[in-house]
């Protein structure tokens, strides 16, 4: 492959020759590089990167299970349909992840829908959105017999299932592909761009509807397996103008203290075994009980005597739980013990949460939201978002499905199912008005520009160097998880300079670090709105916790917080009260 020169006219070899000991870290700093910002030396030619053009109805953007129903159904309702995943159809995002599905049967059921409903709305405090949380629930079981029509249910690894209603249908699946924009023209959306991952290719997709399936993120924690999502199809939205909503929740999900980034090794038992379907069964998991305690009391350590700590007992002071839902597992067990581990994939929803075993570690996910309660402000119940043409679903989607904490084991599997089929259908009924919009000339050269700006850089800061400060601004306890103002506007400030001055100074040398860079973007973007909607909400619920605001306030915040981008440029916030539709 071709190579460039760094800025001070050392040849690549001599470069990396003398960066490769102690000595060349002397004599870099003599030349002027620090150790944060450098030369950039490609191994690609960016000028030698060929484009390729793409047109369908229906452009599916993600392959796990959202994007799996979305795709089959908008071809079921006979659309044109293109795939495209920055990872693998059936091995993307938490869908390989997931071990347990919620079904709802009403010949067994120990509630109604109504019923349902109303106790997820009891242990959600008021943040979810009930008709999301009802049509979960009402469509499940048909969801769950197609997948296990599929053979979905035989093995723990999905790809083969998925696979099945995909082949079938010729639908063309473009795998490893570093999608970076999404293209509107004359107000509504108009397809999207990306780059191989694979080869030096930019993709131009021409779509008359794209439905977002691209799961939610984090900031590349420790411990829980989320280090390839980083909020990328809902920060395209964003940059086009689409409504963002649900980002003061955290996932509440612990590693475990002895070895906080063995994922594999909390989590092995689960990902072994296939999937199963679950039952009803109301919670109120993984909110901030154990953050509190935490940071009153300090980390937990292990015991050289006698049981270990219990995580489970409520602190005085801390979150404020529903009635009639405890903390923790019933019939004093812990997490650890023997339920979990009998059932991994979450067959008895009585155990404590799926992997929590153990002495827990924060943090193990941090940058993500419950499921289902960040992402595309959904305008209706089929998931269109406010620029037309633009659907989301699954993760992708803030649809407040359970609201601002865990409520029921495996709807979130459920839920991405459910809403990938109904956001495939409406995509493609829509898909059937209008003519195929057109990528004018002006955008595809600014897109590209903007695509491929870190590969053209003489020198500037990694990816790596970025998320590692982020990491180190946005993951500490009482910064990310328990908040008061003085310090969430300290993080601000902080993201703001990442965001103004290293940001437009990412560089790249290849197209691993390319699809980085733009991820380190996408962090910085979710890092902003994290921490204004903390600012915003001035009280305390479910997966919310305000140190300064610890009471819940239902007379001004009975609302979800969106988030959007001015006319110029600067991110604004509003309030949405429960049970509306935006406006």
């Not at 761009?193 to 997709?205: C, M, R, V």
Request: aromatic fraction near 8%; include cysteine.
């Amino acid at each position: 492959m071709d190579t460039t020169r760094p800025s001070c006219g050392m040849s690549r070899r001599n470069f990396m020759t003398l960066a490769g000991g102690a000595a060349g870290l002397a004599a870099l700093a003599a030349l002027g590089f620090s150790t944060e910002c450098t030369a950039n030396i490609p191994e690609i030619d960016f000028r030698k990167m060929t484009t390729t053009d793409h047109q369908t109805h229906v452009l599916v953007v993600g392959s796990g299970i959202a994007g799996l129903f979305a795709a089959v159904k908008a071809h079921d309702a006979g659309a044109d349909v293109i795939m495209v995943s920055k990872g693998r159809l059936g091995s993307s995002g938490q869908t390989p992840f997931a071990r347990g599905i919620f079904a709802y049967d009403p010949a067994t059921a120990t509630m109604d829908l109504d019923t349902f409903t109303s106790q997820v709305s009891h242990s959600a405090m008021g943040t979810n959105n009930p008709v999301f949380t009802r049509q979960m629930a009402e469509h499940s079981l048909a969801r769950v017999k197609e997948l296990e029509s599929w053979g979905f249910f035989k093995s723990p690894l999905y790809a083969k299932s998925f696979a099945i209603p995909i082949q079938e249908r010729k639908i063309p699946v473009m795998e490893r592909i570093m999608l970076t924009h999404l293209v509107r023209e004359k107000g509504v959306i108009a397809g999207a761009a990306g780059f191989s991952l694979d080869e030096p290719k930019i993709h131009f997709f021409r779509a008359k509807t794209v439905v977002l399936c691209t799961g939610a993120g984090g900031f590349k924690p420790n411990g829980f397996p989320i280090c390839d999502l980083t909020h990328d199809g809902s920060m395209m939205a964003y940059r086009i103008g689409a409504k963002i909503t649900g980002k003061e929740w955290n996932d509440g999900h612990g590693a475990n203290l002895k070895h906080p980034a063995d994922v594999f090794g909390q989590w092995g038992p689960m990902l072994q075994e296939p999937p199963n379907k679950v039952g009803v069964g109301i919670r109120h998991d993984l909110g901030m009980d154990m953050n509190y305690q935490v940071y009153r009391q300090g980390p937990g350590g292990e015991q050289p005597d006698g049981p270990p700590p219990d995580h489970t007992m409520q602190i005085s002071g801390g979150p404020i739980r529903p009635a009639g839902l405890h903390q923790g597992p019933p019939d004093g067990e812990r997490p650890g013990d023997h339920a979990r581990e009998k059932n991994p994939g979450g067959r008895d929803h009585q155990g404590p949460p799926p992997g929590m075993g153990g002495i827990p570690s924060g943090g193990a996910s941090a940058g993500l939201s419950i499921h289902k309660s960040e992402g595309l402000v959904p305008f209706n119940s089929q998931g269109a978002s406010n620029i037309p043409g633009l659907y989301a679903a699954g993760d992708a989607l803030g649809s407040h499905m359970a609201g601002g904490i865990y409520t029921q084991i495996g709807s979130s599997l459920a839920g991405s199912a459910v809403q990938g089929a109904i956001a495939g259908e409406a995509a493609a009924r829509y898909a059937q008005t209008g003519t195929m919009p057109s990528l004018s000339s002006a955008q595809r050269t600014k897109i590209q520009a903007e695509m491929l700006a870190p590969l053209r850089r003489d020198r500037g800061y990694s990816p790596a160097w970025i998320t590692q400060t982020l990491q180190s601004v946005m993951i500490p306890n009482f910064v990310l998880y328990i908040k008061k103002e003085s310090l969430l506007k300290a993080a601000l400030t902080y993201v703001e300079e990442l965001r103004d001055h290293h940001q437009p100074m990412l560089k790249a040398a290849d197209l691993h670090e390319l699809r980085l860079a733009h991820e380190t973007a996408n962090m910085i973007l979710n890092a902003e709105m994290k921490l204004r909607a903390s600012l915003m909400r001035k009280e305390s619920r479910c997966s919310h916790f305000r140190l300064d605001y610890p009471q819940m306030d239902t007379k001004n915040w009975n609302a979800w917080i969106n988030i959007y981008r001015g006319k110029d440029g600067s991110m604004q916030l509003e309030k949405q009260p429960f049970g509306t539709w935006p406006a």
